[in-house]
DNA sequence: TCGCCGCTGTCGATTAGTTGCCGGGAAAAT
DNA sequence: ATTTTCCCGGCAACTAATCGACAGCGGCGA
């Protein structure tokens, strides 16, 4: 299951659609996120971050290998310099629930950031990576020296604790056709390319990545997209999705704007 | 609706049940979090303490009075100094998620800290309440200042981070059933108080409260509740549950240790 | 003491979503 | 070039959960 998670993103997404440090964030009701995390160092001087980036170590990962695992011990976080990491969750039954894939920018790790006491989520590369590894110990002793670093910190944790809150909340409040409807709309604002009968997602996720986004089963994935290919709402194509009728989807969604 | 929560907890617990402090958390895995959350302001020199308070604003609430609504403007976090207040979500179509009841030494308001966009969640007193506003912009310009204050923040993000985690990994991996004994476990917990044939919850939750902390519908409890007292797992009368069979709901909940 | 309101309990109809299985086909590995 | 892996697609049976509605009960306030 792990491997599989580690094939997430097959496709090639061309730089260009979105600019670097995007969202990430799948199901969230805001669309102002998709601004993306407030930077970790940004307000600190070039003095400063070399303080911090002496205390990290950088690291390597290939597609597939994984970064951290929940109930695994903690120390500290991973500034992510390239790649994409998923972060996801299994229960001791099995069934998984993928928080997000983060690009550069984010830090993971969390919700922890010193030395904590174990993992909550599984991170796993799902492409190539390069991260930076600050331990919990020295980042505490930073952050209480470097106000900024610590101002930095809690806007992060800000951040994620947004993240995790409005995963919580579409969990807890739609069904899982108006949240596959939802991360349909979402992964057209990532990965959109227009075409000539629609907008193709030009990142190819599988039924099951699908499902574990919107906590679902991959059949259940595949009967919905059929019943919406059906419809007219979509085009699908082995792992190529095209969306024809946004605005249905939009109903699908069921909320008032955005 | 709103009203109908604020009317969530009727029964009066005893003082002596749980020591103050205690978590409010409904749905986790973890037991180890029950000792509840690091205490905002335990590092702070008694006078960095008062340089704190002194910004506060203590303000009063009764039973079924709103602090605040999501999508209001936010500015800052209360902490809590008596009562208990239920934090919440209501989606477009209406559909409710109660996140926690939290009591004295939490604080409530986030995911953010200081002035930050709109709330994320509604919180309402669910007992009358007394509560200690921090503005945004006091509280960073004395996080800058106070490094333990920074750091307490922190650490009090991290473990509202871990709330939210623990709720979506609740709500995108388990279902409902086992979501419900998950919540019987822990009320007994809570709120336990031994008993002839069994464990009475000692806090009078509607079924429609019920259905909030798990995300289902108010007679989906009604009827999983019922089966339970066929099966002699518990015995209700009329929102008083008391619970015979702790170790058949542990393996309802369907996971491995604890 | 009466009347009201909110909570429980229940029913029937319906849909949403799961589980388990298998076969074919594309892509990747050897 | 061949084997292996894994991914889609579909099916059948089943259960979990929703929706709307309504009657009765109990507590509370007037």
Redesign the pocket.
């Known amino acids: 299951m792990l ?2 998670a580690a ?1 997430a993103v ?1 496709g090639t997404v061309p730089a260009t659609i979105r600019p670097a440090g995007s969202s990430s964030l799948l199901l969230t009701e805001n669309q102002q996120w998709i601004g993306g995390p407030p930077p970790l160092m940004d307000k600190l001087t070039p003095r400063e971050r070399e303080l911090v980036l002496k205390q990290g170590r950088r690291k390597v990962l290939n597609r597939g290998q994984t970064l951290f695992s929940q109930g695994g011990k903690h120390d500290g976080i991973w500034l992510i310099e390239s790649g994409r990491i998923r972060v996801f969750y299994i229960s001791p ?1 099995g ?1 998984e629930i993928t928080l997000a894939y983060w690009h550069v920018g984010n830090f993971v790790g969390g919700p922890e950031v010193f030395e904590g006491t174990v993992h909550q989520w599984s991170g796993v590369a799902s492409s190539n990576c390069s991260v930076v590894h600050l331990p919990g110990k020295e980042l505490r002793v930073l952050a209480a020296e470097i106000p900024n670093l610590a101002i930095g910190l809690i806007e992060g944790l800000t951040f994620k604790g947004k993240c995790y809150s409005a995963l919580a909340q579409m969990l807890g409040t739609r ?6 409807a939802h991360l349909l709309l979402h992964l057209v604002e990532l990965y959109g390319v227009k075409d000539s009968d629609g907008t193709v997602i030009a990142a ?6 699908i ?1 574990h986004m919107v ?12 019943r919406m ?1 059906e419809k007219g709402i979509v085009v ?4 190529q999705i095209v969306v024809c009728q946004t605005e249905t989807l939009e109903e699908m969604r069921g909320q008032a704007a955005d």
């Open positions: 491997l599989q094939n097959r039954l069934r069904s899982i056709s108006q949240r596959l190819a996720f599988t039924h099951a990545d499902a906590g679902a089963t991959r059949q259940w994935v595949t009967i919905s997209l059929k290919q699908t194509k082995r792992s």
